[in-house]
């Protein structure tokens, strides 16, 4: 550690941010914590990940850079699922105390992701005596309130109003989280800070539509995209479904991009309605893809679509825009607070099929409209970089750091 920087402590227990991004365990937060991580570095930040053993990196300590580590602590048996992980808390919480005495680590402050690390960040900050910043990412209320399929456990509902009332700071992406956080759990406002994540402008650009097919070598037809999650709450089977509404004479094919291996209930269901529909020659599964190379598909594709029954934020939507492609995504918090319906993207009902395929018709048939918002999807995104997310983060720490 270096003793001029600020040293920051970073708690991702239950998901690695080195993951393969898409699969069922790593999206929107890996990356949010990376590319923070990567832009705190260049404001003279010393950056700690820690995060539990997993069998994708071998080694215990990835070094980033010299200025970024992610470090593996080996506590929970591989096996172990999401929904027992707080069984392993308090095993790790005295590894990382154990790490950083052995280690003569030092750290100014400590940033939490998910509430299993924020309970984690609670108990070392104390004994460290620094303070906490959490993100929560999601909170248990607002998915048992958006997406009555899946109740989550009162035990996490409790234990995040124990850290809302404990620690010294929460950030949240948005101001309907914020609501939230004040109206259900009673936080203090002068605890919860909303800082919208960023996209990164010199990955995420336009190029050429055709050129971009081209060297994706896939059929040149209008390529409706799919990235993200294959999970119960992103609704992809909403989205296959609406393939089966469509009025278009374009011959349109969807392409899903994510882990369809995983033989959970949302691929299933996905599977069944290709087969019922008839849909083959019409959606593709990709499988997971390196971020590296999103920027090709977007570009690709003359729609992006989310359809998800909750969007805490969504980065995808950000990262579309940026490379000037239009977005089809939901009335859901975190969509709305990045699209203005029918100006830099469109807003559909959630779970409606029809409105989707009708939504879909109209851009596709359409081309100036098409263009025009896609071009105020592509402003919209340049005011959202990571640099500036980690700017305005930096002086959250700061002003706890003594
Ligand atoms: N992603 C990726 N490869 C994939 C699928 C997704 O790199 O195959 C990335 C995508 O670029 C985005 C993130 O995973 O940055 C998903 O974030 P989002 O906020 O949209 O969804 P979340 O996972 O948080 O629900």
Redesign the pocket.
């Known amino acids: 550690m270096n003793k001029s920087k600020v040293n920051l402590l970073v708690l991702s227990f239950h998901t690695c941010p080195l993951s393969?991004?898409?699969?069922e365990s790593?999206?929107?937060?890996?990356?949010?914590i990376l590319k923070l991580s990567h832009a705190l570095e260049k404001l003279g930040f010393s950056i700690d990940i820690f995060t539990k053993n997993h069998s994708e990196c071998s080694e215990d300590i990835t070094i980033i850079n010299s200025n970024i580590r992610v470090i593996h602590l080996n506590t929970v048996p591989e096996h172990v699922t999401k929904e027992d992980l707080y069984e392993h808390v308090v095993r790790f919480q005295k590894q990382l105390l154990n790490y950083i005495h052995k280690n003569k680590l030092t750290y100014n402050i400590i940033h939490s992701h998910y509430w299993l690390s924020a309970l984690i960040g609670i108990e070392i900050s104390q004994a460290l005596d620094i303070k906490n910043v959490v993100t929560f990412?999601t909170l248990a209320e607002i998915k048992n309130q958006t997406y009555a399929q899946e109740k989550e456990s009162l035990l996490r509902s409790n234990k995040e109003q124990e850290i809302i009332n404990t620690t010294d700071s929460i950030i949240v992406s948005t101001y309907h989280e914020l609501d939230v956080l004040i109206q259900h759990h009673q936080a203090e406002s002068t605890k919860v800070n909303v800082v919208p994540?960023g996209v990164d402008l010199s990955l995420f650009n336009p190029l050429n539509k055709k050129e971009s097919i081209k060297r994706l070598g896939i059929e040149d037809r209008p390529i409706i995209l799919y990235?993200?999650?294959i999970?119960p709450?992103?609704g992809l089977p909403i989205l296959i479904e609406s393939m089966n509404y469509l009025k278009s004479n374009k011959n349109p094919k969807l392409l899903v991009?994510?882990?369809n291996t995983a033989q959970n209930d949302t691929t299933k269901i996905s599977l069944e309605l290709i087969k019922k529909y008839e849909l083959e020659n019409n959606v593709t599964f990709?499988?997971?893809?390196?971020?590296t190379q999103?920027p090709l598909y977007y570009n690709a594709a003359s729609l992006c679509i989310?359809p998800?029954h909750y969007?805490?934020?969504?980065?995808?939507?950000l990262?579309a825009m940026a490379c000037k492609t239009t977005v089809i995504g939901t009335k859901v918090p975190?969509l709305e607070s990045i699209i203005q319906d029918q100006v830099n993207g469109i807003l559909v009902e959630v779970n409606s099929p029809i409105k989707l395929a009708s939504a879909i018709d109209k851009l596709l048939s359409n081309n100036d409209l098409n263009s025009r918002i896609a071009e105020n999807g592509y402003n919209k995104s340049k005011d959202m970089t990571w640099d500036l997310f980690a700017l305005k983060t930096s002086i959250i720490y700061q002003n706890l750091i003594r």
């Open positions: 393969k991004l898409g699969t790593a999206g929107g937060m890996n990356v949010y990412h994540p990235v993200g999650r999970d709450i992103k991009i994510g882990d990709t499988g997971p893809i390196d971020q999103l989310i998800s969007e805490s934020f969504g980065l995808v939507a990262e975190g």
